[in-house]
């Protein structure tokens, strides 16, 4: 559809039905700007971020009298 259509369409489009079309424009360039903010992460992008302590797979003390 070129543009001058689509112009013609809507010039002739009462007022409530053009406040309609405003909107949903409005909510597909929202939805645009959405799909574009996604980025994947990268492999290792969290690198340095986490910890886990030397003694996590040691046993813990509270189970020693089941082992």
Same mark, same amino acid.
């Given at each position: 559809?070129?543009?001058?259509?689509?112009?013609?369409?809507?010039?002739? #489009?009462?007022?409530?039905?053009?406040?309609?079309?405003?909107?949903?424009?409005?909510?597909?360039?929202?939805?645009?700007?959405?799909?574009i903010k996604k980025v994947k992460?990268?492999?290792?992008?969290?690198?340095?971020?986490?910890?886990?302590?030397?003694d996590f797979d040691e046993p #813990?003390?509270?189970?020693?009298?089941?082992?």
């Amino acid at each position: 559809m070129e543009q001058s259509q689509l112009f013609t369409k809507i010039y002739y #489009l009462p007022p409530d039905l053009k406040s309609e079309v405003n909107d949903f424009i409005d909510y597909l360039l929202n939805k645009r700007k959405k799909e574009i903010k996604k980025v994947k992460p990268e492999f290792g992008c969290a690198k340095g971020q986490i910890y886990i302590s030397p003694d996590f797979d040691e046993p #813990l003390d509270d189970f020693k009298e089941y082992m």
